[in-house]
């Protein structure tokens, strides 16, 4: 059974650090990894989704990894800014047939003090 | 603008009184689904819909309907709500498996539900 561990539970930077966000899982027969942000009040927003057959996705200052064999991704933000204070999830999508089977993670809840 | 809308945003109602949360999406997927967010549980998935009139149970679907009548429109059902169903709940879609597994899934803003 898949399981989804995210590392730490929150945290809290001053601005323009660089820093890295953890995420693991237990079965490494996943689809895609992918993660997500949520703001209080508001539904959630697709950061990156990793492909299986992929090591990495950048977009912007943002930088995820993806290890399989070590059921691990990392969410890596550069220069952090208060804007990017949140909640960041990441998400296993099993190979559960049709269904986007997405095992989640508790979420890191990421505070970027000015 | 593509866009997942639900509503109600936050909705509190009484035990045994039948409720719908309504969920569409202008993006014209195939692929809907349901979560309920709870503190130390996270997000589980209540029921998904591959297309119209295909619905399937997710982990959590126990107290829940829904209905898949068009494209766009996902509505989810409690028949009798009670405390236990008081969460936070998303809607979310995607293009299917023929257009491409590996698109992200769009939420909705989600409704908080309270069942006193």
């Known amino acids: 059974k898949q399981e989804v561990t995210q590392i730490p539970a929150a945290l809290s930077v001053p601005e323009g650090e660089n820093l890295v966000l953890n995420c693991s899982f237990t079965d490494s027969a996943i689809y895609n990894l992918q993660w997500f942000r949520q703001d209080p009040g508001k539904g959630l927003t697709s950061l990156l989704l990793i492909q299986s057959s992929q090591r990495e996705q950048t977009s912007g200052r943002l930088n995820a990894s993806l290890d399989k064999s070590s059921g691990r991704s990392t969410l890596y933000i550069a220069a952090s800014q208060p804007g990017d204070s949140a909640t960041y999830l990441c998400a296993a999508s099993s190979n559960a047939g049709n269904n986007r089977k997405l095992i989640w993670g508790l979420g890191t809840s990421l505070a970027v003090n000015p | 603008e593509a866009q997942v809308t639900q509503n109600p945003r936050y909705l509190i109602t009484v035990t045994g009184k039948k409720l719908t949360v309504t969920c569409s999406q202008n993006?014209?997927?195939?692929?809907m689904s349901w979560y309920r967010q709870d503190p130390g549980l996270g997000l589980r998935q209540i029921y998904y819909?591959?297309?119209?009139?295909?619905?399937d149970k997710g982990d959590v679907p126990e107290g829940y309907k829904v209905s898949r009548k068009e494209k766009r429109n996902f509505p989810l059902i409690l028949e009798s709500p009670s405390p236990n169903q008081t969460s936070l709940y998303f809607c979310?879609?995607?293009?299917?498996?023929?257009?491409?597994?590996?698109?992200?899934?769009?939420f909705g803003n989600g409704t908080r539900l309270t069942v006193t």
């Open positions: 993006m014209n997927h195939e692929y």
């Open positions: 819909s591959m297309n119209v009139e295909v619905t």
């Open positions: 979310a879609s995607s293009p299917t498996l023929g257009e491409s597994y590996n698109s992200p899934l769009h």
